[in-house]
């Protein structure tokens, strides 16, 4: 495996040292070696990044809505062009399967940024109420935080709404995770953005994203992660009453009512529940099923866990990659172990290849709502079966959750639609409707603040403002 070594972080529109010669390996999960690093940032980085991306805020801003739009799409186009490369980094660094590297992880953030580069382009709305012009304007200073799972698509559905919106950026990507951000700046180098408008500070959440979430000079920070490091970013904004959108986790609920197709739903809901090995933050990790078909469900579920291979990312037979890391892993089998429920497929003990870091995929039935299994994002390949009797207990049980991030209903589709209108949750896809990148997406409860992606994605990043005349 060739090394990756980034030694410098792109701040102003060009690579420079950074303030500490510490480093960051980066590990890949599969073989287990630390194959790259990065500079481990610090908050004097944070300070000339910020700088430069303050300087350069009245001449992003200033520019024709029809420049800006260009500017992204040469961003769009040096991105796309490092395509093959991305998906590999992130088979690398996070374990992907590269067949869905290269659809998810390369593929879907490319069709973000080309929707954002197209927003960019039109001028921004302006409209009378009254004696009043509403005119929109961007926020400021944006520092991004992202987290590991989807370390291209959670940085652009920032990075590209926020310069859409005429705002400039300072990223910190995760530390896992961090070298598919280093071709973003490449990207970004390659496709002359105004210098300071888009900067990448590599680092610890503790020591650059610290720095970035209590910087005085930022206006908005937009996280994406766990719920703990959310509240965290939140208390240092609220200090200066600082913007703060937040994407965090989600335990959602997949509800197959008694009139549903119960094979597609089970196998559509266990791929949901598994893809990027159960690290995805829309996960449906509870499987609620109609009691009429309850066992025959626990048996197909259990079935398809069980038909998953595991293995080299890098093997085209690979469905199932390892989890990110040691930790993760064990964090994951912490879960398994403690579980009570009805181990039906997976478990500690079922076989998985000698090295990386492997769990197999578990199904638990008769899982009761309210335990450990049905309440924490486990982030691992670990799906719950739960039983119900109606559709307003299936409702009730799907809403009993701290979370609202993402959720699916299977039945006969006027009954199905108006389950998921019921749901407390920011998204809902009936009938196995498929994943829309321009739609919002956000979270109800603890699942986060704001939404992105598409023109509401887009609209967090502004200032409203009413001039009377
Ligand atoms: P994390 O919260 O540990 O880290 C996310 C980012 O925050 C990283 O870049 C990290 O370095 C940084 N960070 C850590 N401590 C910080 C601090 N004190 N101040 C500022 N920044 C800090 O999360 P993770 O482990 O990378 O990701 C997994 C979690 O993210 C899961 O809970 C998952 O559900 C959630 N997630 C949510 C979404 C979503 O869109 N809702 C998407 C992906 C992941």
Known sequence: MTPVHREQLYIGGAWVPPDSRARIGVEN????????????????DVDLAVS????????WAGLPSAERGAALGRLHRALT????EIARTVGLELGTPLKIAKAVQAGLPLTVLAGYAELAARPWTEESIGNSLVVHEPVGVVGAITPWNYPLHQVIAKVGAALAA???????????TPLVAFLLADAAAEADLPPGAFNLVSGTGPVVGAAIAGHRAIDMVSFTGSTATGRAISHAAADRIARVSLELGGKSANVILEDADLVKAVKVGVGNAFLNSGQTCTAWTRMLVHRSHYDEAVELAAKTAAGYTLGDPFDAATRLGPLASAGQKERVRGFIERATARLVAGGLDAPVPAAGHFVAPTVFADVDPDSEL???????????????????EAVAIANNSRYGLAGAVWGSDERALSVARRLRTGAVDVNGGAFNPFAPFGGYKQS??????????????????????
Do not use: C, W
Not at 81 to 84: E, I, K, S
Not at 167 to 173: D, H, I, Q, R, S
């Open 29 to 44: 999960p599969y073989t287990e070696e630390v194959f790259g690093h990065v500079p481990a940032g610090t908050a004097e």
């Open 52 to 59: 430069a991306a303050r300087a350069a805020l009245p001449v």
């Open 81 to 84: 062009a490092r395509a093959d």
């Open 166 to 176: 005429g705002n400039t950026v300072v990223l910190k990507p995760s530390e896992m």
């Open 448 to 469: 986060g603040i704001g939404r992105e992606l598409g023109a509401y994605g887009l609209a967090e990043f502004q200032q409203v403002k009413a001039i009377q005349q």
């Open 374 to 392: 049905a309440q924490e994002e486990i982030f691992g390949p670990v799906l719950s079966i739960i039983g119900f009797d109606s559709d307003d």
